[in-house]
């Protein structure tokens, strides 16, 4: 073989191995890290991670990984996104029993540097042991339009928890003090302060109390009661308003974050009702001086409230609504008036109702006006006296019949002694009796005392009269 043709064989050779062995430090330059990478904590304490990829080399546009711990000694707490270079997350971090998963995007031209922060979780040492917190698989992609893989290592941490009386040793080795995870809102609203009433404003102010350690808010607003916050805020914020909200029931949400990870979610609930009720029937019945009012109205959010009832713009009254319907009667009305209702419903809405009517005095007639109904004591009066005009009349026909039949007068005058005269005397003692009482009577008007006097004197004679015929009658009948 021509030793110039061999050499050039063994000069490609080379060439072609040493390009492979070169090619993985440029191609594989990306690594996912954790920080801190170790610390010894007491049971108790919180621990907050933080995972970085480092790309010194070309830029990297997405990144995945899973990490995984014993939880008997280390317990979940929550996580945060807050700071990461990642513009849109593929899947949402979440934890999965003792694993944590998360994947990202960062948008054209990509991450490239050492600490590219891709977010923070918080655990909790629940019992003294050693643990570790390793990736079990991840990638991270190059921004080289066909998403190469450049992932080289995974490095993950080491911790120790201890008892809580060793806590004097293990403060002088920590690296920073101990971060608590912010308290919950506490949300309040000016201009709907109370979550169970209705207001006619559809610009909503929610404010709350910021503690200095918040690095951001996250606030969102919807009809869902378990709504999540989403909007973030940093530098964080205080107080949020929102405008023309459209009519309903909604929840305003609140979520803060520190660097120990984000508090429970506080929601403030709050009802708008910016349309006013919807009336079916409306009437205003005249009857000479009176009126006769009769309103059935509806509102489908907040509810019917009250009625205002104002005449010639005076307040007259407040009515309320018995299932959607006012009646209402106004008496001793005269002139011209001017009726206006004024329909509320409880969030302070308003439907107007006008008219103007006349009225006409009616004046009534003297007579009636005196005229008093007669008590049951003057019926009484008035059918006793009847009675015995009729008894007395009965009683002449029958003497005046006996008095022609001669020859038996004696027996007939005994036999009506025995049956009519005694019965007669009976029936005026219960009368005068009746009389007494009516004397000492307070309730009798003086029409009626008029009456019964007049009654009492016809009696008294009818009496004295019917005796007297008695004594003539009897004289005649002697044998």
Known sequence: MDSKIFKKKIIIIFFIFGVFLILPAFSF??????????????????????IYVESSDQSMNAASGRITWDNSILKYVSHSK????????????????????????VFNPGFKGKSGKILTINFKAIKPGEVKIDFISGMVLANDGMGTNILKAMYGGSYKVVQAQQREEIIVREESP?????????????????????????????????????????????????????????????????ENIPDGTYYFAVQFENEAGVSEISRFKFNIDTNPPTISEFSLIPDQNSLHIKVSAKDELSGLDLAEIYLNDSLYSKEKFVDG???????????????????KDKANNETIKEEIISFQAIEKPI?????????????????????????????????????????????????????????????????????????????????????????????????????????????????
């Open 325 to 343: 319907t006012l009646l209402k009667t106004i008496t001793n009305l005269s002139g011209t008036q001017k009726i206006k209702i004024v329909i």
């Open 82 to 105: 807050s700071g990461s270079i990642f513009n849109f997350w593929v899947r949402e971090p979440e934890i999965e029993g003792n694993e944590f998963v998360f994947e990202g995007v």
């Open 367 to 479: 007579i009636i006006e005196k005229e008093v109904p007669f008590s049951n004591w003057f019926i009484f009066i008035f059918i006793s006296f009847l009675l015995l005009i009729v008894l007395i009349i009965l009683i002449i026909l029958v003497l005046r019949i006996e008095k022609s039949e001669k020859q038996s007068r004696e027996v007939h005058w005994k036999d009506f002694e025995e049956r009519y005269k005694n019965k007669f005397k009976q029936f005026i003692r219960e009368m005068k009796e009746e009389i007494k009482n009516l004397d000492e009577n307070p309730t009798l008007n003086e029409e009626e005392r008029n009456i019964y006097r007049r009654f009492k004197e016809i009696m008294e004679k009818a009496e004295k009269e019917f005796e007297e015929y008695l004594e003539e009658e009897k004289g005649y009948n002697k044998p």
């Open 29 to 50: 330059s990306a690594s996912l890290y954790l920080q801190p990478s170790s610390k010894n904590l007491n049971v108790g304490d919180n621990l907050t991670i933080t």
């Open 178 to 242: 101990i971060t608590y995870l912010p308290p919950k809102p506490i949300i309040t609203s000016p201009t709907h302060p109370d979550p169970n009433k209705w207001y006619n404003n559809s610009n909503p102010i929610f404010e709350w109390y910021l503690p200095s350690d918040v690095d951001l808010v996250k606030t969102a607003y919807g009809k869902n009661p378990d709504l999540i916050p989403y909007v973030e805020y940093s530098p964080p914020i205080s107080r949020r308003k929102l």
